[in-house]
């Protein structure tokens, strides 16, 4: 019988619909059925393509015996959060604050007033390596809550009471300058992997936004170390295993510091933020690596990602089932020196497995290798790659897929839109560029509605019942800014710059601060405030790019003063925790620049439009259009007249404008940073 998620949307608490645990999504009545019975409140936090949260389902939660002990003694709810990130952060904070560590799945006991008291991630079916089995936990709570209510409710307090008390820390009055920029490039180069590319060590995660601001950086400061750094990172991810070399995308992370073994499952973001870095990497350098590796992730994320409503799916499985029907990690992907002669013969076997890395003892489980590419089988031929690399494709293509989790998060595609807008203008693929319109028009028709204020997540073309947060603002209007450059069409530039008054409105404190939820919103116990960035940019310096970048199109004092505000967060943790702030010194970088504000009165698509795109300048916004309605959609064209009857560029920044020209190497120049 299923139980109350089957009514939902999100396709990891549908996996939980038919458990005998009788789930309920978070929600005021299971709160209030927890005051009812005088039970706590069992949270289940997970996502959709978490490995470890399969497990803990299966041995756990597809348990009879286990779910009738926790459905007499518990309210359990099970929260996705992916859709719910406000909950997670919240209670993830507590988790990390009561034990020094956190992850999915994460198991923690509330009162019915939704106060946290006792914590957990993975709990095992039996006792192992000193952690109490799941059951054993069941237990001692509800001894606990039976016997020792009164010590229940003084952590819970206790908790709740510190949580409370944990205020940001601003950077003071005023923006991060050079001499934070500067600390931030030393603290980066004392913690790169000269040998093996990337920061820290294993397991190690793709930097994307670190290697945003370094390729800002060089181009601002000409600085040498910053662009090695950058492209050597970039190098040794696309020749690694965390990147697929047969149907391009990346994994997301690495298990080791040599990007060898990665962690299988293909996250949305990732793949988006990783095709824009490769796309700016070639715009910087003309690598044709970097083209092929910002191609081929765009076309993976159309290929297996978009949805039949024309937005992308969030992530694809890590597991699928491997040729004896078992599901393991991995099995989609990985390679041995006999699967390859199955299905290449004796030559090219040995041929792949020498530029693929295939070896007879494995690089990863029972004598299997993750294909990469190590470099030293001596020049190739690529024709025989190319033959080699469709053929085994093919036939991997016969293996079980790994499962979709098919909901579409505002957020993330914003970060798609804005790397398949750049990734086609620069390699001239309209057809990318559509496909970013597309996955535009489906969070303007679904996730903005009616209600005029954007949901989290939509499946099937179907709207959640979640708001959407700070970072859903910022990304989706970041991609609607990039939309507006590459297309001219003014009215992505309307709608964020509707999206960031929002962001004014309802997310935006004293003394430029942010929340990460607006102030109409549930009221948790605590609200949300995170500006360090991790996978994705934070909320915080989402909204701060975006806000400069508009601010840029418009004049706007507003949007200036607080994309300003947002990022004197950036002055205070750039110089100390560099690499958790990536996206937040890339628009410091734009900030530095100006950001310059570049106005073409000639055609969208004409050479210097495409000059204008290609333009290195950190955070340069850039708006096209030709004849009298161009001034209506942009407010960088008005009165910007052809130059002799020619297509005309007009740069400006701080108020400062050049000569307008009609030459695209002199716009270029203007624009090398």
């Known amino acids: 019988m299923a139980n109350r998620l089957a009514q939902t949307t999100s396709p990891y608490l549908l996996q939980h619909a038919d458990n005998p645990v009788d789930w309920w999504p978070w929600s005021p009545e299971a709160f209030e059925e927890a005051r009812k019975r005088d039970v706590p409140v069992l949270l289940s936090v997970g996502y959709a393509s978490c490995h470890w949260c399969h497990v803990m389902a299966h041995e756990s939660f597809e348990d009879e015996t286990v779910a009738a002990y926790l459905n007499a003694h518990f309210v359990p709810v099970k929260v996705d959060r992916e859709e719910r990130p406000d909950v997670d952060a919240v209670y993830m904070e507590a988790v990390q604050a009561a034990t020094g560590h956190g992850g999915w799945p994460m198991t923690v006991f509330l009162t019915p007033d939704a106060e946290p008291f006792y914590f957990g991630t993975y709990f095992p079916p039996e006792p192992r390596h000193g952690s109490p089995s799941f059951q054993q936990v069941l237990e001692g709570v509800t001894a606990a809550w039976t016997d020792r209510r009164d010590e229940v409710a003084e952590v819970a307090g206790r908790i709740v009471a510190d949580l409370a008390g944990r205020s940001l820390v601003h950077g003071g009055d005023g923006v991060p300058g050079e001499s934070e920029v500067a600390q931030a490039l030393l603290g980066l180069t004392r913690e790169y992997d000269e040998q093996h590319g990337g920061f820290g060590g294993a397991p190690k995660f793709p930097p994307a936004m670190v290697v945003e601001f370094l390729l800002r950086h060089y181009a601002r400061t000409g600085a040498e170390g910053a662009l090695q750094m950058a492209a050597d990172t970039c190098t040794a991810m696309a020749r690694g295993g965390i990147y697929d070399q047969l149907g391009g995308g990346f994994a997301r992370y690495s298990v080791d510091r040599e990007w060898i073994v990665p962690h299988f499952e293909k996250m949305l973001y990732d793949n988006a933020l990783l095709c824009r870095v490769y796309a700016h990497l070639w715009r910087t350098t003309g690598s044709d690596e970097a083209r092929r590796i910002a ?30 029907g078992k599901h393991v990690e991995g099995a989609y992907y990985v390679w041995t020196p006999e699967q390859l002669r199955d299905v290449l013969g004796e030559d090219d076997a040995a041929f792949a497995a020498a530029y693929f890395g295939v070896t007879e003892d494995g690089t990863f489980e029972e004598g299997a290798s993750v294909l990469r590419l190590p470099g030293d089988a001596g020049p190739v031929d690529a024709a025989r790659v190319a033959g080699v690399r469709a053929r085994l494709l093919a036939a991997r293509d ?166 300003e505000g947002a990022l004197g967060v950036v002055k205070a943790l750039g110089p100390r925790v560099p690499r958790f702030v990536g996206w937040g010194l890339a628009v410091a970088e734009a900030l530095l620049d100006g950001p310059r504000e570049v106005g073409v009165a000639g055609p969208v698509g004409g050479e210097l439009h495409r000059t204008a795109l290609l333009g290195r300048a950190p955070g340069a916004v850039v708006a096209a259009g030709e004849g009298p309605g161009a001034g209506a959609e942009f407010p960088l064209l008005v009165d910007r007249p052809l130059l002799g009857g020619e297509p005309t560029a007009y740069v400006c920044r701080h108020f400062v404008c050049d000569a307008p020209t009609t030459d695209a190497g002199e716009l270029a120049a203007k624009l090398g940073g």
């Open 295 to 324: 191609l081929e992730t765009a076309d993976f994320m159309v290929r297996e990602l978009r949805t039949a409503e024309g937005g992308f799916a969030s992530a694809l499985d890590a597991d699928s089932e491997d040729a004896d």
């Open 398 to 563: 016969e293996r079980p897929h790994p499962g979709r989790d098919d909901k579409v998060v505002a957020a993330w595609n914003g970060l798609a839109i804005a790397a398949l807008a750049e990734t086609g203008a620069y390699f001239d693929r309209p057809d990318l560029v559509e496909r970013a319109t597309e996955a535009a028009d489906l969070l303007v028709r679904v996730h903005l509605g009616e209600v005029a204020r954007l949901t989290r997540t939509s499946k099937d073309g179907r709207a959640g019942d979640n708001a959407g947060v700070l970072e859903d603002y910022g990304d989706v209007a970041e991609g609607f800014l990039a939309l507006a450059a590459v297309t001219g069409e003014g009215a992505w530039l309307e709608f964020a710059g509707f999206l960031l008054d929002i962001v004014l409105e309802q997310f935006t404190g004293e003394g430029g601060q942010l929340y990460d939820t607006a102030h109409d919103a549930e009221q948790l116990i605590r609200r949300p405030q995170d500006p360090t960035d991790s996978a994705t940019p934070s909320g915080w310096t989402a909204a701060a790019g975006a806000l400069l970048s508009y601010a840029a199109y418009t004049g706007s004092e507003a949007h200036r003063t607080a994309a």
